[in-house]
């Protein structure tokens, strides 16, 4: 069983920054791949981001690359997602996912956590 607990939302103007932390519970937490996706008023679930167990490989779709870096410290148990450049069209929910391989649609995760909101305003 893994626990996951999203942190760092917060209202930013456009141009700033945010981190958002997800921390794990379990000891497995390593041998998971890690994903973030976010979900808008009124919109479907989006895939944002994800990364390997080691941390060597990372995905992006095209509306973050460049701006969005997502990374974890698997000593901490804990995933990042570091967000720059942020527009108003990224405010949404930001929820973290846990899966035994990558997992870019919004379906079928092993793990979520509740979310954490991340408004960006003009």
């Known amino acids: 069983q893994v626990q996951l607990v999203e942190s760092g939302g917060g209202l930013v103007q456009a141009g700033g920054s945010l981190r958002l932390s997800c921390a794990a519970s379990g000891r497995t937490f390593s041998s998971y791949a890690m994903g973030w996706f976010r979900q808008a008023p009124g919109k479907e679930r989006e895939f944002v981001a994800a990364?390997?167990?080691?941390?060597?490989?990372?995905y992006y779709p095209h509306s973050v690359k460049g701006r969005f870096t997502i990374s974890r410290d698997n000593a901490k148990n804990t995933v990042y997602l570091q967000m720059n450049s942020l527009k108003p069209e990224d405010t949404a929910v930001y929820y973290c996912t846990a899966d035994r391989a990558i997992v870019t649609a919004s379906a079928g995760h092993e793990y979520w956590g509740q979310g954490t909101q991340v408004t960006v305003s003009a």
């Open positions: 990364i390997n167990w080691s941390g060597t490989n990372t």
